[in-house]
Protein backbone atom coordinates (compact mmCIF):
# COMPACT_ATOMS: atom_id res chain seq x y z
CA UNK A 1 0.00 0.00 0.00
CA UNK A 2 3.35 2.43 0.83
CA UNK A 3 4.19 2.13 -2.74
CA UNK A 4 0.71 3.32 -4.78
CA UNK A 5 0.94 6.05 -1.86
CA UNK A 6 4.42 7.40 -2.65
CA UNK A 7 3.35 7.60 -6.24
CA UNK A 8 -0.19 9.61 -5.80
CA UNK A 9 1.84 11.91 -3.75
CA UNK A 10 4.54 12.01 -6.83
CA UNK A 11 1.73 12.93 -9.37
CA UNK A 12 0.19 15.05 -6.69
CA UNK A 13 3.00 17.35 -6.72
CA UNK A 14 4.01 17.27 -10.25
CA UNK A 15 0.53 18.24 -11.24
CA UNK A 16 0.61 21.06 -8.53
CA UNK A 17 4.15 22.01 -9.55
CA UNK A 18 2.27 22.21 -13.37
CA UNK A 19 -0.44 24.05 -12.38
CA UNK A 20 1.67 26.80 -10.23
CA UNK A 21 3.90 27.93 -13.63
CA UNK A 22 6.49 25.33 -12.38
CA UNK A 23 9.62 25.42 -14.90
CA UNK A 24 8.03 27.33 -17.33
CA UNK A 25 6.15 31.44 -17.77
CA UNK A 26 2.87 31.61 -16.03
CA UNK A 27 -0.18 32.59 -18.70
CA UNK A 28 -0.63 36.60 -18.56
CA UNK A 29 -3.29 38.01 -18.62
CA UNK A 30 -3.03 40.37 -22.13
CA UNK A 31 -2.32 44.16 -21.34
CA UNK A 32 -5.32 46.44 -23.34
CA UNK A 33 -4.37 49.29 -24.57
CA UNK A 34 -6.24 51.91 -26.72
CA UNK A 35 -5.12 53.33 -29.96
CA UNK A 36 -6.79 55.03 -33.18
CA UNK A 37 -7.88 52.16 -35.63
CA UNK A 38 -8.79 54.91 -38.63
CA UNK A 39 -5.27 57.02 -38.74
CA UNK A 40 -2.30 55.47 -41.22
CA UNK A 41 0.42 56.51 -39.55
CA UNK A 42 -0.52 57.07 -36.41
CA UNK A 43 -2.77 54.23 -35.44
CA UNK A 44 -4.03 51.58 -38.71
CA UNK A 45 -5.77 48.25 -38.25
CA UNK A 46 -4.85 46.81 -41.21
CA UNK A 47 -7.00 44.89 -43.92
CA UNK A 48 -5.55 41.54 -42.26
CA UNK A 49 -6.23 42.48 -38.90
CA UNK A 50 -2.40 43.96 -37.94
CA UNK A 51 -1.73 47.27 -36.61
CA UNK A 52 0.44 50.14 -37.78
CA UNK A 53 1.33 53.43 -36.92
CA UNK A 54 3.58 55.52 -34.44
CA UNK A 55 1.23 55.30 -31.60
CA UNK A 56 0.87 51.63 -32.19
CA UNK A 57 4.64 51.32 -32.11
CA UNK A 58 5.50 53.47 -28.58
CA UNK A 59 2.18 51.29 -27.14
CA UNK A 60 3.97 48.02 -28.25
CA UNK A 61 7.21 49.37 -26.73
CA UNK A 62 5.94 50.55 -23.82
CA UNK A 63 4.45 47.17 -22.79
CA UNK A 64 7.33 45.63 -23.56
CA UNK A 65 9.04 47.44 -20.87
CA UNK A 66 6.07 46.59 -18.56
CA UNK A 67 6.65 42.77 -19.11
CA UNK A 68 4.53 42.59 -22.32
CA UNK A 69 5.35 40.33 -25.31
CA UNK A 70 3.50 41.81 -28.51
CA UNK A 71 1.36 38.38 -28.70
CA UNK A 72 0.37 40.03 -25.02
CA UNK A 73 -1.12 43.08 -26.49
CA UNK A 74 -5.08 43.76 -26.69
CA UNK A 75 -5.51 46.58 -28.78
CA UNK A 76 -8.64 48.17 -28.66
CA UNK A 77 -10.04 50.66 -30.81
CA UNK A 78 -11.07 54.43 -29.41
CA UNK A 79 -12.58 57.32 -30.54
CA UNK A 80 -12.00 60.81 -29.86
CA UNK A 81 -14.74 61.46 -27.45
CA UNK A 82 -14.08 58.23 -25.41
CA UNK A 83 -10.90 58.42 -24.41
CA UNK A 84 -11.58 59.33 -20.65
CA UNK A 85 -14.41 57.15 -20.16
CA UNK A 86 -12.91 53.86 -21.08
CA UNK A 87 -9.90 54.56 -18.79
CA UNK A 88 -11.50 55.39 -15.95
CA UNK A 89 -13.72 52.10 -16.38
CA UNK A 90 -10.40 50.02 -16.50
CA UNK A 91 -11.66 49.36 -20.27
CA UNK A 92 -7.79 49.99 -21.24
CA UNK A 93 -4.57 50.31 -19.07
CA UNK A 94 -3.71 52.77 -21.20
CA UNK A 95 -4.33 55.34 -23.85
CA UNK A 96 -2.08 56.42 -26.93
CA UNK A 97 -4.47 57.57 -29.54
CA UNK A 98 -2.75 61.34 -30.72
CA UNK A 99 -4.09 62.09 -27.15
CA UNK A 100 -3.34 66.00 -26.79
CA UNK A 101 -2.08 67.02 -23.02
CA UNK A 102 -4.63 69.65 -21.63
CA UNK A 103 -5.45 70.92 -18.64
CA UNK A 104 -9.36 69.63 -18.92
CA UNK A 105 -8.60 66.55 -19.90
CA UNK A 106 -6.29 66.35 -17.20
CA UNK A 107 -9.49 66.78 -14.85
CA UNK A 108 -10.44 63.24 -15.77
CA UNK A 109 -7.15 61.70 -16.41
CA UNK A 110 -3.44 61.63 -15.72
CA UNK A 111 -0.83 61.82 -18.56
CA UNK A 112 2.53 59.83 -18.82
CA UNK A 113 4.81 61.85 -21.41
CA UNK A 114 4.75 64.21 -23.37
CA UNK A 115 6.05 61.48 -26.35
CA UNK A 116 5.37 63.66 -29.42
CA UNK A 117 4.65 67.37 -30.28
CA UNK A 118 2.43 68.16 -33.30
CA UNK A 119 1.21 71.10 -35.01
CA UNK A 120 -1.99 71.95 -36.60
CA UNK A 121 -1.28 72.18 -40.39
CA UNK A 122 -2.56 72.20 -43.74
CA UNK A 123 -2.02 69.23 -46.79
CA UNK A 124 -2.76 70.47 -50.16
CA UNK A 125 -2.13 68.89 -53.27
CA UNK A 126 1.52 68.44 -54.25
CA UNK A 127 1.08 70.35 -57.12
CA UNK A 128 -0.65 73.45 -55.89
CA UNK A 129 1.73 75.84 -54.78
CA UNK A 130 -0.96 78.68 -54.06
CA UNK A 131 -1.83 78.27 -50.56
CA UNK A 132 1.30 78.96 -48.57
CA UNK A 133 -0.03 80.39 -45.28
CA UNK A 134 -3.41 80.22 -43.31
CA UNK A 135 -4.71 83.49 -44.91
CA UNK A 136 -4.34 82.20 -48.39
CA UNK A 137 -7.58 80.40 -47.56
CA UNK A 138 -9.92 83.22 -47.29
CA UNK A 139 -10.39 82.24 -51.68
CA UNK A 140 -10.24 78.95 -51.24
CA UNK A 141 -11.84 75.84 -49.99
CA UNK A 142 -11.26 73.91 -46.87
CA UNK A 143 -12.05 70.26 -45.17
CA UNK A 144 -12.28 69.67 -41.73
CA UNK A 145 -14.13 66.72 -40.02
CA UNK A 146 -17.18 67.59 -38.12
CA UNK A 147 -16.44 68.91 -34.56
CA UNK A 148 -13.24 69.14 -34.96
CA UNK A 149 -12.15 72.94 -33.80
CA UNK A 150 -9.13 73.41 -36.63
CA UNK A 151 -11.21 74.70 -39.16
CA UNK A 152 -13.03 77.16 -36.38
CA UNK A 153 -9.40 78.10 -35.78
CA UNK A 154 -8.65 78.90 -38.98
CA UNK A 155 -11.74 80.69 -39.73
CA UNK A 156 -11.46 82.99 -36.57
CA UNK A 157 -7.76 83.74 -37.15
CA UNK A 158 -6.48 84.07 -39.85
CA UNK A 159 -8.86 83.08 -42.84
CA UNK A 160 -12.48 84.19 -42.11
CA UNK A 161 -13.90 83.95 -45.63
CA UNK A 162 -12.50 80.45 -46.05
CA UNK A 163 -15.28 78.15 -47.55
CA UNK A 164 -15.57 75.12 -44.76
CA UNK A 165 -16.81 71.67 -46.08
CA UNK A 166 -17.32 69.55 -42.55
CA UNK A 167 -17.29 65.43 -43.49
CA UNK A 168 -17.56 62.68 -41.32
CA UNK A 169 -13.70 61.72 -40.95
CA UNK A 170 -10.44 62.38 -42.63
CA UNK A 171 -10.51 59.94 -45.42
CA UNK A 172 -13.31 61.33 -46.88
CA UNK A 173 -11.52 64.77 -46.76
CA UNK A 174 -8.61 63.31 -48.11
CA UNK A 175 -10.77 61.78 -51.08
CA UNK A 176 -12.81 65.50 -51.79
CA UNK A 177 -8.92 67.01 -51.94
CA UNK A 178 -7.58 64.49 -54.21
CA UNK A 179 -11.00 65.06 -56.54
CA UNK A 180 -10.71 69.10 -56.44
CA UNK A 181 -13.57 69.48 -54.02
CA UNK A 182 -11.46 71.36 -51.86
CA UNK A 183 -8.47 73.22 -52.10
CA UNK A 184 -6.47 72.06 -48.20
CA UNK A 185 -7.59 69.71 -45.21
CA UNK A 186 -6.60 70.83 -41.28
CA UNK A 187 -5.77 69.01 -38.59
CA UNK A 188 -2.68 67.74 -36.66
CA UNK A 189 0.32 67.40 -38.91
CA UNK A 190 1.54 64.11 -37.71
CA UNK A 191 -2.40 62.91 -38.58
CA UNK A 192 -2.00 64.59 -42.24
CA UNK A 193 1.87 63.13 -42.78
CA UNK A 194 0.35 59.55 -41.77
CA UNK A 195 -2.70 60.18 -44.63
CA UNK A 196 0.60 61.82 -47.38
CA UNK A 197 2.87 59.06 -46.32
CA UNK A 198 0.10 56.05 -46.39
CA UNK A 199 0.58 53.59 -49.27
CA UNK A 200 -0.92 54.72 -52.78
CA UNK A 201 -0.63 58.82 -51.78
CA UNK A 202 3.15 58.89 -51.94
CA UNK A 203 3.67 62.03 -54.10
CA UNK A 204 0.19 63.11 -54.14
CA UNK A 205 0.27 65.54 -51.48
CA UNK A 206 2.31 67.70 -49.48
CA UNK A 207 2.25 69.41 -46.07
CA UNK A 208 2.39 73.20 -45.96
CA UNK A 209 4.45 73.70 -43.09
CA UNK A 210 2.56 75.88 -40.64
CA UNK A 211 2.72 75.67 -36.94
CA UNK A 212 -1.45 76.82 -35.61
CA UNK A 213 -0.99 75.09 -32.60
CA UNK A 214 0.97 72.84 -30.47
CA UNK A 215 -0.48 69.76 -29.13
CA UNK A 216 1.72 67.57 -26.79
CA UNK A 217 0.90 63.82 -26.86
CA UNK A 218 0.73 62.16 -23.88
CA UNK A 219 -0.13 58.91 -22.66
CA UNK A 220 -3.43 58.33 -21.01
CA UNK A 221 -3.33 56.65 -17.54
CA UNK A 222 -6.30 56.30 -14.62
CA UNK A 223 -6.27 59.62 -12.29
CA UNK A 224 -4.12 58.62 -9.47
CA UNK A 225 -2.15 55.97 -10.72
CA UNK A 226 1.26 57.22 -10.50
CA UNK A 227 3.23 54.16 -10.35
CA UNK A 228 1.91 53.24 -14.21
CA UNK A 229 2.63 56.69 -15.47
CA UNK A 230 6.17 56.56 -13.27
CA UNK A 231 6.54 53.12 -15.70
CA UNK A 232 5.72 55.00 -18.79
CA UNK A 233 7.28 58.11 -18.05
CA UNK A 234 10.67 55.35 -17.61
CA UNK A 235 9.85 53.46 -21.50
CA UNK A 236 9.30 57.24 -22.96
CA UNK A 237 13.28 57.83 -22.10
CA UNK A 238 14.41 54.85 -22.86
CA UNK A 239 12.52 54.71 -26.55
CA UNK A 240 14.42 57.90 -26.73
CA UNK A 241 17.37 57.16 -25.65
CA UNK A 242 18.10 53.95 -27.59
CA UNK A 243 16.98 55.47 -30.89
CA UNK A 244 13.50 53.16 -31.09
CA UNK A 245 11.65 56.44 -31.02
CA UNK A 246 13.37 58.54 -34.36
CA UNK A 247 13.34 55.09 -35.55
CA UNK A 248 9.57 54.66 -35.51
CA UNK A 249 8.64 58.39 -36.74
CA UNK A 250 10.99 57.81 -39.63
CA UNK A 251 9.47 54.60 -40.27
CA UNK A 252 5.82 55.82 -40.38
CA UNK A 253 6.01 59.55 -41.68
CA UNK A 254 9.30 59.55 -43.52
CA UNK A 255 7.83 59.22 -46.96
CA UNK A 256 5.53 62.32 -46.30
CA UNK A 257 8.82 64.66 -46.01
CA UNK A 258 7.45 65.47 -42.79
CA UNK A 259 9.45 67.95 -40.53
CA UNK A 260 9.29 66.99 -37.06
CA UNK A 261 10.22 67.71 -33.92
CA UNK A 262 12.86 66.19 -31.72
CA UNK A 263 11.33 64.42 -28.85
CA UNK A 264 10.02 66.58 -26.33
CA UNK A 265 11.49 66.36 -22.46
CA UNK A 266 9.97 63.68 -20.40
CA UNK A 267 8.01 65.15 -17.64
CA UNK A 268 6.70 63.24 -14.25
CA UNK A 269 3.61 65.06 -13.75
CA UNK A 270 2.58 64.72 -17.22
Known amino acids: MKVPKAGAVAAAIAIAATASGCGGEEPKEPIAIGIKFDQPGIGMRESDGTFTGFDVDVATYIAKELGYKPSEIEFKQVFSSDRELLIQYNEVKFVAASYSISDKRK ?22 TSITKGEDLNTKRLCSVTGSTSAENLKRNLA ?74 LALTKMVSDGSWETAVKKNFGPANYKYEPAPQVTTNG
Open 107 to 128: EKVDFAGPYFVAHQDLLVRADD
Open 160 to 233: PKASVLELGGYSECLVALQDNLVDAMTTDNSILAGYAAKKGNEGKFRLVGLSLSNENYGIGVKKGDGDLQRKIN
